[in-house]
């Protein structure tokens, strides 16, 4: 295969992703509102959040309640170290995420033999627990009055903090997490999750090496959500406990769930609709906005429960069955 | 030396004793039938050799490593490869994806490899796509590859099982009623298959209910009741002897 | 410390560790019937403090404004199994608990919506003259509270094992299949659960906002405190619930109490979660656990 012929290859079995790609870096040529721009700054954090929890529970099958723990960890890591401690927040926001990996793997050992509600009220107990500490621990978090001045990135003397800047910065590093996401769905990894999330007894059985890899997943999940605080704070330089409530929590586990967790578009679609939803209920009331989002979960589970990238799918069975009925109703056997 | 052991195996669960002493061997080469009455033990059996369950007493060697205080995917690691009563098939993932599961203890190609694309993973990609459609191919199923495993109908999704076990490249394979819901040309189909399997040098034991089945597949038998072996021996012994007639009194040989 | 400090310690312990008792009896209730936890089971302790608030504002007597609202948030439950379980009894747990999940966030926010961020007060049901005993104050509302705590576990006891209904609900836990072979209606079952269980957290609710006033954001943490409680005494086991409810209550007040550090109140709600997570790590079934927990 000659190079050109390789490149229109890749192309053509990547063409969603990278027409996204191309929509989401085009962006600031076309949004010239600093509020917009804001809110997609924001998209790029949520986004990397959400992916994190999309591996974790689509791919690996568990569930997280208290990830908004280890976005506060990247956040207040972050804002910790480059404020105390003068560092590169570049470096800041590598060491935070170690951390996160560290406590990721510290309580996924005894947490992911944990199965269903279990896990879901270990992972709460233990979101519930950081929240406590982020107020408490005033010597270090400045408990509720929170962190201020928190620095800019930068490249090479390059300021990231001017909104376009940080925008490609911030969506550079999300669609990479993206792509990387994707590239794992069809991969030997990729697979023994799948594997283990369908019948874990069975993945056993084949070699799969079930514990270390849900630990590792819930690992890499927390590396995911540590990156998207870091970027935030980096972003708003300036960190609060209040940002790290059991309802923060909630809406990353309600982004999954409406965009679908079976796939990682799920997490792309999830985001951009708990985005901008509140733009558009914003003309009504702000309050109703988690009213909203409430209900829209239940209302998914129900009528749509592989979430919004299942739409095409469910979209499909209803116009057979309306086309032709007894023939609909043959093949569905 | 036998490629398994069981040496004196007891397995109690609270007060339930489900294995009571059982002891056998394997040799490489053979293939061995497991039957007895309903609950005689069998799949506990299956659960201690595949190091899902640990003996209450006794030990299980694989050649001469003590299997006692492995978890499965070190069975698997070792040789050991399974299918299940109740079929464990991954149902919605293709036919081909349920095999290339099999292939995960044959790769190296870790997490960031995935990520990142990395040449070591397309590289493993490729070979695990050669291998899995060779496994198919063994149990006939290569057609169906790119079907949902929920599909498939009972005879196929048992295939696929052990189209899957094979992709471990075990050395020992353990069948857990493969015949189960299976009319008499599907069961043919799956002698031919298990013949052709042994013949590559598997050796496998196998959990079965059909006397015809098994009368006609194995070197030799092994019949528990209620947790105790009762009888060992080829198939015509076994046919033959008072105990084993009597346990199964009302079953058909 | 003193005698009576430690004893006044113990009481508003006892105090708190009812509503948490009353909380985790109704997340049995449930989980007994369904396998459910129901995690908007604290929103129900909320809502029926909140209404009893609004009522008891409208005119309507204490004990009256008390009754109804356990009464309406029964209600609410009933509607809530209705609309959001019942579609989803035959789905995964995972679907189930988001649910529940998604419904205790629509409460909280209907919740804020409705009667705004403050938190309310209600007036205790026979005053407020603190009783002494052995040298410590209780007030009158914390024996109310331990009362109804009491009389609803005896009611539940004489329901479980004396009445016909009773004895279904208990059937349908322990095999649903063959209750349902014996005519008993899964659904109905299903649907007394909830109603019953709301109607319990509401009563926690009422009996509780007097002591420490009632907000939007009052119900989760009672939730999480009453869910930590069950995994303490034993997931299933109602007497475990309301053992775990109590003992939680004491340690908290009592790390609240011992405790050398500065402000160590603020500690207090991460207590229920430390002994949340010790449970799970090292003795999942709890201290009185009978039902066994899937573990891989």
Redesign the interface.
């Known amino acids: 295969m000659t190079a050109v012929t390789q490149v229109v290859e890749y192309v053509r079995r990547h063409a969603a992703f990278i027409t996204f790609a191309v929509v989401v870096m085009a962006a600031p040529f076309f949004v010239h509102s600093t509020y917009y721009l804001s809110i997609l700054a924001f998209t790029a954090t949520r986004l990397m959040a959400a992916l994190g929890l999309n591996l974790l529970m689509g791919q690996a099958g568990q569930i997280s309640l208290g990830h908004a723990a280890f976005v506060a960890v990247g956040a207040y890591g972050s804002a910790i170290m480059t404020t105390r401690w003068a560092l590169d927040p570049w470096l800041a926001m590598a060491i935070a995420a170690l951390l996160a990996a560290a406590i990721a793997g510290v309580l996924g050992v005894p947490t992911l033999k944990l199965k269903g509600h279990y896990l879901a009220m270990a992972t709460l107990g233990f979101g519930e627990i950081v929240f406590i500490l982020l107020i408490q621990l005033k010597w270090l978090t400045s408990g509720s009055d929170g962190i201020v001045g928190i620095p800019a990135l930068s490249i090479a003397g390059l300021d990231l903090g001017r909104p376009k800047a940080y925008h490609w910065i911030a969506w550079g590093v999300a669609l990479v997490m993206f792509r990387m996401t994707l590239n794992l769905v069809d991969s030997r990894v990729g697979r023994s999750l799948k594997a283990l999330h369908r019948a874990e007894i069975a993945a056993s059985s084949l070699g799969v090496n079930t514990s270390f890899r849900k630990v590792q997943t819930f690992m890499v999940s927390a590396v995911f959500a540590s990156i998207a605080g870091s970027f935030y704070v980096y972003y708003i330089h300036f960190i609060s406990p209040d940002s790290f409530t059991i309802t923060f929590s909630v809406i990353l586990l309600t982004t999954v769930v409406i965009g679908g967790v079976g796939s990682v578009w799920g997490a792309v679609w999830g985001t951009l609709l708990m985005m901008f939803l509140p733009e558009y209920l914003k003309r009504f009331n702000q309050d109703y906005t988690n009213l909203t989002f409430g209900l829209l979960m239940i209302v998914i589970m129900i009528f749509l429960p592989g979430g919004l990238v299942s739409i095409g799918g469910a979209f499909n069975r209803v116009r057979r069955r309306l086309r032709r009925p007894d023939s609909a109703r043959l093949e569905e056997g | 030396m036998p490629i398994l052991s069981v040496q004196g195996v007891s397995k109690r669960f609270g007060g339930l004793e489900a294995l009571k002493d059982v002891s056998f061997a394997l040799y490489e080469g053979q293939v061995k039938a497991l039957i007895g009455p309903n609950g005689a033990g069998k799949t506990t059996l299956f659960n201690l050799i ?1 190091g ?1 369950d640990r003996p209450s007493e006794g030990h299980i060697f694989f050649r001469d490593r003590d299997l006692g205080r492995l ?3 070190q ?3 070792l040789g050991i ?2 299918t ?1 009563q109740h079929s ?6 293709t036919v081909l ?1 349920n095999v ?6 044959r ?1 190296r ?3 960031f ?5 990395l040449p070591r ?1 397309r590289r ?2 490729r070979e ?1 796509r050669e291998a899995s459609l060779g496994a198919l191919k063994r149990v006939g199923l290569q057609e169906r590859g790119s079907e949902p495993a929920g599909n498939l109908p009972m005879g196929d999704r048992h295939l696929l099982e052990i189209a ?2 094979l ?2 490249e075990p050395r020992v394979l353990l069948l857990d009623e493969p015949a189960a819901g299976l009319n008499n040309e599907e069961t043919e189909q799956l002698m031919g298959i298990v013949r052709r399997i042994r013949d590559e040098g598997v050796t496998i034991l196998l959990v079965e209910h059909d006397m015809g089945f098994v009368m006609d597949i194995s070197d030799e038998v092994v019949v528990l009741d209620y947790g105790k072996k009762i009888a060992e021996g080829p198939p015509l012994m076994i046919q033959n002897d008072e105990q084993v007639i009597r346990a199964y009194l009302g079953d058909d040989l | 410390m003193s005698l009576d400090q430690f004893l006044q310690y113990i009481f508003s312990g006892i105090t708190n560790g009812s509503i948490y008792a009353l909380t985790a009896l109704g997340f049995t209730l449930i989980y007994n019937a369904t396998d459910i936890i129901n995690f908007a089971q604290g929103e129900f302790v909320m809502l029926g403090g909140l209404t009893a608030i609004s009522l008891y504002e409208w005119g309507v007597p204490l004990p009256i404004a008390c009754l109804g609202a356990v009464a309406i948030v029964a209600l609410i439950g009933v509607i809530f199994e209705l609309l959001a379980i019942r579609p989803l009894l035959s789905a995964g747990i995972i679907t189930q608990i988001i649910v529940t999940v998604g419904a205790s966030l629509a409460l909280r926010t209907a919740a804020m919506i409705i009667w705004g961020r403050e938190a309310l007060p209600l007036p205790p049901l026979t005053g407020d003259t603190p009783i002494k005993v052995l040298g410590a104050t209780i007030l009158p509302q914390t024996l109310w509270v331990l009362g109804a705590t009491l009389a609803i576990v005896v009611a539940l006891q004489i329901f479980y094992k004396r009445t016909l209904t009773g004895k279904a609900v208990r059937a349908c836990s322990v095999n649903p299949t063959a209750a349902r072979l014996m005519g008993v209606s899964y659904s109905r079952v299903v649907l007394l659960s909830f109603g019953l269980s709301a109607a319990i957290a509401a009563t926690g609710g009422v009996l509780i906002a007097p002591v420490s006033f009632m907000g939007y954001s009052s119900g989760a943490l009672i939730g999480l405190k009453g869910f930590a409680a069950c995994i303490l005494g034993g997931l299933g086991n109602p007497a475990g619930a309301v053992a775990g409810g109590l003992i939680l209550g004491i340690l908290e007040s009592l790390t609240v109490g011992f405790l050398p550090i500065q402000g160590s109140s603020g500690y207090k709600d991460a207590v229920a979660f430390l002994i949340l997570l010790l449970v799970l790590f090292v003795k999942p079934q709890g201290l009185f656990g009978q039902r066994t927990m899937e573990k891989v």
């Not at chain 2, 490899?113 to 694309?117: C, D, E, K, N, Q």
Request: charged share 25%; glycine share 14%; no cysteine.
């Open positions: 595949s899902m978890h499965p995917h069975a698997s690691g490869g399974r299940f464990k098939v991954f149902d919605d993932m994806d290339k599961v099999g292939r995960y203890g790769g190609a870790g997490i490899s995935a990520f990142l694309s993973h493993e990609e695990v899957r076990s992709a471990t």
